[in-house]
């Protein structure tokens, strides 16, 4: 579907703004190229405010209505870095720097914040104000809530904040959201099993932790089929087996690590509780010492429902509802907007990126076509949140 407004990205240049981004991929939290560019565009659109080095590397700008500073503060964020992938576009832009490359769109999802906080720094069609917050390290370094304990929301009270992702498969001009859990909780494991080594012709006089880790990763399958209620969501994957070093020689240890999925606090207790008390059992019934380090990173991305509710009804008025899911299924995925999500009110929503490679592809590529309507469904958001004069 069309926007039924002028596509902002003709005149104003965010299509080279994201090819830029683009070709300079940072990681992380070392995004200095990247946040001297997002400060330095602020600045020159007139932001009443631009604060650098919030959590390291985080960049906020501050953009007052027309009645001046005071009243409602909305938060709208962006997240800046880039992926550890050898990019294989092709693309006349593609990443500068060898081995790094925006394989997520965040590239896209800057520039679509420049551009709106350029256009409402030019405008100022609102009362309150606007933070625009663009946040490093969200691919695995959890800065969203670096910011925070940098004083994010002290230092910019905002009484809302929203934040949104492309997603390849979607329509360009199509949006989808959900009240309550829109992305997952992702949690770490890696598992240490102690027994004791020696000559392979003579297992009895060894304590095998390749058998006791074979069983304990087939015991582990059993927890989400048998311990999770089917209509919850759970994912429990082991990705990692590391033990021995020859053929001939059973070894004094194995480890074994992946990934946890969930999409509430209750499930996310239980699988916990059950990997401790299964990795306990089966090194017990094979005589050796086990551990499990178990750490939770990203909590839940969870949607306010009313913060849902009127996300959905902006991306509505910019493209239709037909073109606007309310129903989407969550995303086993995770997403450090949840922090922020988890210290104010907002939303998360989607947004098509077309027929493109997937998220985290050395092939992907944000969509340029899908600038405008990232831009203008901020500026709707921010005037509708704050109010228009």
């Known amino acids: 579907m069309l926007l039924d407004e002028r596509p902002l990205i003709d005149e104003t240049g965010i299509t080279q703004w994201r090819h830029h981004l683009h070709a300079h991929p940072e990681l992380l939290y070392d995004l200095h190229e990247t946040a001297a560019f997002v400060a330095e565009k602020l600045s020159g659109f007139g932001c009443d405010e631009v604060a650098t080095g919030i959590g ?3 960049v906020v700008g501050v953009v007052h209505g027309r009645s001046g500073p005071g009243g409602r503060m909305v938060g709208l964020r962006a997240d800046m ?7 294989e576009t ?5 990443s500068t720097h060898k081995g790094v490359m925006h394989a997520c769109g965040h590239d896209g999802h800057t520039a679509m914040l420049l551009g709106a906080a350029r256009e409402l720094a030019r405008t100022r069609d609102f009362d309150g104000s606007v933070a625009f917050i663009f946040q490093p390290a969200e691919e695995g370094g959890a800065g969203a809530r670096a910011m925070i304990e940098d004083g994010l929301f002290e230092r910019f009270p905002v009484e809302r904040v929203f934040g949104l992702h492309n997603i390849p498969g979607m329509a360009i001009g199509s949006f989808a959201i959900r009240p309550g859990a829109m992305m997952a909780a992702t949690d770490e ?21 390749v058998l006791a880790g074979a069983a304990l990763v087939q015991a582990l399958q059993q927890v989400v089929s048998r311990n999770v209620d089917p209509l919850e969501s759970s994912v429990l994957s082991v990705t990692q087996f590391h033990a021995g070093f020859i053929h001939n020689v059973i070894p004094d240890e194995a480890v074994i690590s992946g990934t946890v999925r969930t999409l509430s606090r209750a499930v996310r207790d239980l699988t916990e509780t059950r990997m401790r008390e299964i990795v306990a059992g089966i090194a017990g019934a094979h005589g050796m010492e086990a551990d499990i380090a178990y750490d939770r990173n990203y909590p839940v991305t969870m949607n306010a ?3 849902a509710q009127f996300c959905a009804r902006i991306a509505g008025e910019l493209v239709g509802e037909a073109a606007v899911d309310t129903g989407v299924a ?7 907007f949840s922090y922020m999500l988890e210290e104010k009110p907002g939303a998360f929503i989607f947004m098509g990126n077309g027929d493109s490679a997937p998220l985290h592809n050395a092939r992907y590529d944000f969509d ?15 005037q509708a949140a704050l109010g228009r004069n």
């Open 90 to 94: 092709g693309a006349p832009y593609a």
């Open 56 to 58: 390291r590397t985080g």
């Open 305 to 307: 429902p009313q913060e």
């Open 81 to 87: 870095d880039a992926l550890p992938i050898v990019e």
């Open 330 to 336: 969550p995303l086993m995925a995770g997403e450090d």
């Open 189 to 209: 494991f890696v598992i240490t099993l102690r027994g004791r080594g020696g000559h392979a012709a003579i297992p009895h006089r060894s304590l095998d932790p």
């Open 368 to 382: 340029d076509r899908a600038l405008a309507y990232g831009v203008s469904y901020w500026i709707r958001l921010a």
